[in-house]
């Protein structure tokens, strides 16, 4: 079923289109893809800017004079500042390394269940799932900060990493990619003697790889880019985000540095997406909500 | 592709009593312990931080709670407030509404329109393409560049560029003049919003079966419009679903970019949406209450659209 990969443009009976119509469309794919492009293309720049190029009249988009100044800046900053910088850059990396981890691995436990056996509650529990798509986190989150102060979380890191695990569309995509898994294989290891635990961790997750992938690519962003949002209040508990909108605060003098946050800010998410590419691609084939 | 021969040992038991049996159910759940054990961790989160966040939301916008005191029942007062006496909260509305109508579906035809486009480039040029188009969804915050390119003084890039193209003498503030903040908000977010559909739609493209394509060619399908109608759309009815409520869900949450963007609150109210209100009263004024309300609400639309959209293109195509 999903062996077929064939490439549209390999076909042999290709309908033609008017020479026209292909010169038009292309033009369009650039033309939007340069003003999907370009503002990250702008940062990338900005980030090796010198002060006095980055506020030129008339704005100039290219750098002329590329220069590593901001990152020795922001190297310096690391080291002088009362939190230090590097506090903000661990803290970003344990919410995010921990958050996606237990995301994969909770989720993938949870999928496999609902994938490939029926029990009592496992329609409801599925339906659940499709229907918390439908909704952001903004509608729950009140009762959640009650939720939050009642475990004491509030002010820690669990209070974002925790309720991370359980992100529905995870598991969504993780069902849908796990029902394709071939039931004899789960039959062949269940008479061999092997327990359903074993049967998870050793034949599921080898197999399902693509998805994990897939899971990380959708889940890391918000971690990576998250501000702490209104749980946490202590300083040196804070992450990159949190500190990037004080440097931007910090006005002109900290233009330069602001530039090279955001491109730390911005480089993570999109190199993961580079390289897991072709595995996400195969995972989201399975995404369908089916009737 | 199921598990049928799974599925059914694991319902037989229930097929042959038709009949409700809590001695059977009671065996079933203990047959499939391991099941349960192994949801139990992702499930316990999922009911903590999601399923009773929203019954206690419901529960909570039918009272005076202002965290300090305990709530107090009022009834339906939040809710007739809230449509009757906040005019801020029906500028929320109608701004959300009219982000959410050419947002949500601009977004998902370009999903899809690019997703077919790109589909047909060698796939070496096709990776590169996927990632151009995917990649301000997953950039993190990084629209705080739009802050720069629109930027009110004639260091902004459109300004700089209108100016020196003589179109304008002065700069405009884009960002603080009513006239303007929803447009800029509109192309900020459709430039991010090309996300886990577009994905969806390229992945179902390219696993699309081409057999199916060829029986269309004798069968006398003429040209590319007819194949995208007749076979293409058709095939991919899931993903087409799945982007359907991706889509649907972010456009009716716009917030971030407009607080980053437009300020907060923005001039007039002019970039306001209903989840900008649910943070007014929910993080500054703290009446919980009625946040929950404004919450509610926002539920009921996000989750009444969605459905609604999903038995529209259920339809399409029989």
Redesign the interface.
Known sequence: MAGRRVPLFHRQKQLNRSFAVTFLLFVLLALFGAFMALPLIYTINNAFKPLDELFLFPPRFFVRNPTMDNFYDLVYLIGSSWVPFSRYLSNTILITVLGTAGHVIFASAAAYPLAKYRFPGSKALSTMIVLSLMFTPHVTGIPNYMIMSRLGWIDTHASIIIPAWAFPLGLFLMRQFMEQLPTSLLEAAKMDGASEYRIFWQIVMPNVKPAWLTLIILRLPSLWGSDGGSFIYSENLKTLNYALGQIIQGGIARAGVGAAVGLVLMIVPIVTFIISQSNVIQTMATSGIKD | ???????AR??SPLRLERRFQWSA?RR??YR?R???I??A???I??F???????L??LG?SFTYFNMLEPPRFIGWQNYSRLFLNDDVFLIALRNTFYFAIITGPVSYI?CFI?AW???????KIR?F????????S?????Y???QI?FSGD????IN??L??LGIILEPIQWLKDERYIMAVLIIVQL?MS?G?SF??F?????????SL??AG?VDG????WQ?LWYIVLPS???????GA??Q???S??V?DISVALAGFPSVNYAGHTI?TH?MDY??IRFE?GY??AI??V??VI??GT??LT?KLL?KIGG
Do not use: C
């Not at chain 2, 592709?1 to 599925?7: G, K």
């Not at chain 2, 903590?48 to 929203?54: A, D, G, K, R, S």
């Not at chain 2, 399908?221 to 590319?224: A, E, F, P, S």
């Not at chain 2, 991919?236 to 799945?242: G, N, S």
């Open positions: 592709m199921r598990a049928e021969t799974v599925e694991a319902f159910l079933e759940i499939n391991h099941y349960y192994l949801m961790p992702y499930m989160i999922f903590t931080f999601t399923v009773l966040p929203v206690a939301s909570i370009a690019f486009i790109i589909n047909e480039l060698p796939p990776a393409m996927t990632l151009v188009f995917y990649a301000p997953i950039s993190g915050n990084v705080y560049i739009w390119i004639k260091y902004g890039y700089g560029i100016m020196k430039w090309l886990t994905l969806a390229i992945a179902g493209l390219q696993t699309l079966d081409r394509i060829e060619a399908i003429k040209n590319r194949e991919m009815r899931p993903q087409l679903l799945f409520v991706m649907i869900t972010s009716l949450a917030a989840v649910l929910g993080s919980m946040a929950s919450a509610t926002l539920f996000m989750l969605n459905l999903q259920r």
